[in-house]
């Protein structure tokens, strides 16, 4: 009898901790991964939604956009940027990195064309081949360079090209900017274009915008701005997040080869797992008379909120430990202070039905197994006198 009731209050108390802790856990992660996270997710567009506002009203107020880019960055961990219509980063606090070459392609009339490449800026780590480039390049600024290159254009602006790849025959090196080569071997598989004595592996066909062209051009090299990536201090913006260029990379990628298309002036959101780290993702195109002049791109670390679900893991550990502990504690007592004077109850009532009347139980509480004790030895007296009251009466 004893290990029985033990172990039903062992039980029920035990069942009665974990509800508790269950309702415990459950609402904190109810709270923490939807009310709190939906509430930071609704602040976020309501800060990209001010800026998006700014940059209607004032789009040539570039001093104050890249303020206002700071403050979200330093303030709510937003990184904002604003893109041209080839996803071109645009307005960098450096000012823009380029190439102008003049065509040499004998079908083509001789023109200067300019080739962006601001997006590269920390994107060290898909382009290496570009480096070598650079290097090169730099060693004979002042001297005409001859290059081969594929470019998106845009059908109304053919002057700025956003390169897909870039070759320089005298060097042997060939460039593929990043994620177009991934969504050329999803479209086309590899292939390979023969460019005088060697061949390099580089796009040739896209399922392309149709707001672009794509063209496949030679030329001079007449001007150049190349970021300098032996001193990756030099850029001191939030492009030095990792992340934030790739996304910006890989979104160009998307636009420009017809995988994204937008409607309107309404957003694109997603959430991103990068590097396990979870981001928020938002784009919203900016249209001047119906067309798409530029972008408003977005992404958001949600690191501080998903931190705080890890450490209430470890709370939700150490708040089993403690109630499991408690949860002994409290058994133990019940074992002590309600099942032993239940037992003592037990053992006397068992000598009551022998007719032995000699044990009382001892009465230490006023409680209901008090009063039931005191009751019991009560009756136990009575039955006690009653049975002399016969033996007396037995023996007259």
């Known amino acids: 009898m004893k290990r029985k009731i033990v172990f039903q209050l062992f039980f029920l108390t035990f069942f009665l901790c974990c ?13 923490i991964n939807h009310v709190y996270l939906d509430k930071e997710k609704e602040n976020i567009q309501k ?7 700014a940059v209607k009203r004032n789009p040539q107020e570039i001093t104050e956009l890249q303020k206002q880019e700071t403050t979200l960055f330093e303030k709510h961990g937003i990184m904002v940027s604003r893109l041209d219509d080839l996803g071109n980063i645009k307005n960098l606090p450096t000012g823009d990195y380029y190439l102008e070459v003049i065509s040499t392609d004998q079908h083509d009339k001789t023109e200067t064309k300019r080739i962006l490449l601001n997006n590269l800026i920390n994107a060290k780590k898909d382009v290496n081949a570009l480096e070598t480039i650079f290097s090169y390049l730099s060693e004979f600024e002042n001297n005409a360079v001859e290059i081969t290159f594929d470019g998106i254009s845009s059908i109304k602006k053919l002057n700025h090209s956003v390169p897909i790849s870039i070759w320089i025959s005298i060097l042997n090196e060939s460039f593929v900017a990043p994620y177009f080569s991934e969504q050329q071997k999803a479209d086309i598989g590899n292939e390979q274009m023969k460019l005088e004595e060697s061949e390099v592996k580089i796009p040739q066909a896209f399922k392309v915008n149709p707001l672009f062209t794509l063209r496949a051009q030679s030329g001079i090299v007449t001007d150049m701005r190349l970021p300098n990536y032996r001193n990756p201090e030099e850029e001191q ?17 998307d636009y420009l080869t017809d995988r994204i298309k937008f409607s309107e002036e309404k957003w694109l ?3 991103l797992n990068i590097d396990g780290v979870r981001y928020i993702q938002i784009i919203r195109p900016i249209t001047r008379h119906g067309q798409v002049t530029e972008f408003a791109f977005t ?82 007296e009575r039955l006690e006198g009653y049975i002399e009251k016969l033996h007396s009466a037995n023996n007259k």
């Open 19 to 31: 509800i508790i802790i269950s309702m415990i856990i459950g609402g904190q992660y109810y709270i």
């Open 47 to 53: 800060e990209i939604q001010a800026y998006y506002q």
């Open 237 to 253: 913006s939030l492009y030095n997040n990792q992340a934030f260029a790739e996304n910006i990379l890989k979104f160009k990628a």
């Open 269 to 271: 959101q997603q959430e």
């Open 299 to 380: 992404l958001t670390s949600l690191q501080p909120l998903t931190k705080a679900a890890d450490l209430m893991k470890d709370y939700y550990l150490y708040l089993l430990l403690i109630s499991l502990a408690l949860t002994t504690i409290f058994c133990i007592y019940y074992s002590r202070i309600i099942t032993k004077p239940i037992l003592r109850i037990n053992q006397v009532t068992k000598k009551i039905i022998e007719f032995e009347f000699g044990e009382k139980i001892p009465v230490n509480s006023k409680n209901e197994i008090g009063v039931l004790s005191n009751n019991i030895n009560q009756l136990s």
